[in-house]
Structure formats: C-alpha cells, structure tokens
C-alpha cells in the first residue's frame, strides 16, 4: 500500500494539472507491477520496480536501442530510477495470444508476419558491444535450470553419475551448435504474451533482458511458443518467409534453409530445456503453479526435436527413463 502511494504521488508530479484513476495492468514472473493510468483523453502505463530487487537501466537502453531500429514499444515519458518508477506510452491490453486464441489462420499469417519483419529490423540494427553476450556461460546456467528444478525438485528424481554425464555431453552439443550461430540482438522472450496487437504490430514489451546471440533464438520463442502451438507445416511457412526475407535484408542465415531450420530446431531444444526448469522453479520455489500447465506443450517441443537428430537422442532416451510415455492402452514405451 505505501508504495502505491508513491507511485500515486510520483505521478501527480509528472502530470499536476490532470486527475487519473490507477488500476493493475499487468504483473510477470519478476517483482515488477504496471498500472494503467486513465485520463481524460488518454492511458499511460506505470511501471513500478521497485530499485532493491529490479534494475531498470537495461529496460531505458532497450527500449532506445528497439525504438530506434524502427519497431514499436513503449515510449518512456519520464523516469525516476531512485524510486524505480516509469511513465510509458500505453501499448493497450490485447495480446497476440488473445487475438490468436480468437482469431483464424489469416489473423495467425498477419500477425507472425508483422512479428517477424519487426524482429529482421531489430536484428539489422545488432551491434556486438550494446547487450551483454549470450556466451556460453548464460546457454549453460539456463540449460542446468532442467536438472536443477524439473528434474530434482519437480520429478523428485536424482540422476545418477551416468546420467549426469550423458546430460552433460548432450548439453556440450547443443553449446557447440548454439554458439556457431550468427549474433544479433535477442529479445529472449519473443512470444505470444510479449507480443501486443497495435497499430502498427506488434507492440513489444518485456525486453529487458536482451542479449547479444545466436540468430535464431527469438524464432524458437516465437513459434515454439509455450502457450500456444501450431501446425509443423504453417510452422515451416512462417519460418521459410522470415528466412526469404532476412536474406534480403541482408542478415547472416545459411544459404541452405535446411541448415538454418536445423539451427532453429537446437535452439529450441536449449530454450525448451530453461522454460521447463524455469516453469518448475516458479511452482516449487515461488509458489506460482500457473506455469504447470503449460509444461506438457514444452516436452512436447522438445522430444520431437530430440527425436529428428542421432546427436540428440541420449536425451530423449534419458527422458524416457524419466518420464515413460503412455500410450491410450496404458502401456509405457
């Protein structure tokens, strides 16, 4: 309740001839909150983190950094870091997952598309000293979420040193392809809740953990997107129309689409394993078991993926053992 007040008071300052009405926006997976402010004629959006547990340096460079690339997110009106409170440009309240959840194929085509010609503008504006890197130090703390939290604390499960070791060699294999990749700009959560539908599309928010690094990463958050799923062959579409495109622009893909999907896919296999540690973190540590849900469509991704490569499958066997599939008859293969 205080820090409402400041948050009120904090606003009275920014816009003293004016009266406002405050209510929650949003909240996400950190200590940060955001309230819509109501004017008049106008919204503004709030953001309230709080300086002990949130940074908001790297939000305000972000945000430049994107706004200046041409795409649209929001725009910071005012600042007080010392409080931890920003003033921003409403980008509204419908998400991409809300319009695709309602929407039809030719809203889906639309929509990725616009979210894929805004990431081919972040990504030409990449430069390699703006963003921390993406190095192989981040790649493996993010992939030893899985055993740390799904594994151990979610399946109550301890590996043995085998299994460690297969897990290790597998996780050396994803490193070896991740960082061979071409860097850009990574936005690291380029999905369906991050992604707002406005005019123009798509508003962007929830950037501020951006990173120097592997090219395909934002398109494994994007289209295989824990909240949502797709066909495989509107997948491939979508994806050949960004690839066509970001060669034309002039972006560092593989000349053989093939090779570049094969990219996609391991990236996805590395993301997949952080989302599924992060998810079992958020319910046994955090107390959030919203997450649970959305966990099966994670596995999903990731078996397939590990099932298509030979150098994958110590995974997906360790995975079996784990988790034993059951088929409709009851029967575990």
């Not at 952080?274 to 079992?280: D, T």
Request: glycine letters at 4%; one cysteine or more; proline letters at 5%.
């Amino acid at each position: 309740m205080q820090r409402l007040q400041q948050l009120t008071q904090w606003l009275h300052s920014q816009v003293p001839n004016e009266s406002f009405t405050l209510a929650p926006a949003s909240s996400d997976a950190s200590f940060r909150r955001y309230f819509r402010a109501t004017f008049e004629n106008r919204t503004l959006i709030v953001m309230d983190a709080p300086p002990q547990h949130e940074d908001c340096h790297p939000f305000l460079h972000i945000a430049k950094l994107f706004e200046d690339a041409g795409t649209y997110v929001p725009h910071v009106y005012a600042q007080d870091l010392t409080q931890g409170f920003l003033l921003l440009s409403d980008l509204g309240n419908t998400t991409y997952l809300q319009a695709l959840n309602e929407g039809n194929t030719g809203t889906a085509r639309e929509l990725y598309g616009a979210a894929t010609d805004a990431l081919i503008k972040i990504q030409l504006s990449s430069r390699d000293d703006e963003l921390p890197p993406y190095d192989e130090a981040l790649l493996l703390r993010e992939m030893r979420l899985f055993p740390e939290w799904y594994i151990a604390k979610h399946l109550n499960v301890t590996l043995s040193p085998a299994q460690n070791a297969k897990l290790e060699t597998v996780f050396a294999r994803i490193l070896a392809n991740n960082l061979a990749q071409p860097k850009v700009y990574v936005h690291r959560d380029y999905h369906s809740r991050n992604l707002m539908v406005t005019d123009p599309n798509p508003g962007i928010i929830d950037f501020q953990d951006a990173v120097y690094g592997p090219i395909t990463y934002d398109l494994a958050s994007l289209f295989k997107d824990a909240y949502i799923r797709w066909e495989e062959a509107e997948v491939i579409d979508w994806l050949i129309r960004y690839w066509e495109n970001a060669r034309r622009a002039g972006l560092p893909v593989h000349e053989d689409f093939s090779e570049f999907y094969r990219d996609y896919e391991w990236m996805g296999v590395q993301r997949h394993l952080k989302v599924l540690g992060i998810f079992a973190r958020l319910c046994h540590r955090d107390g959030k078991d919203g997450y649970l849900k959305d966990l099966p469509l994670v596995m999903t991704y990731l078996r397939a993926a590990c099932a298509r490569y030979i150098d994958l499958k110590p995974l997906l066997n360790l995975l079996d053992v784990l988790e034993p599939r059951v088929t409709q008859e009851g029967f575990s293969f």
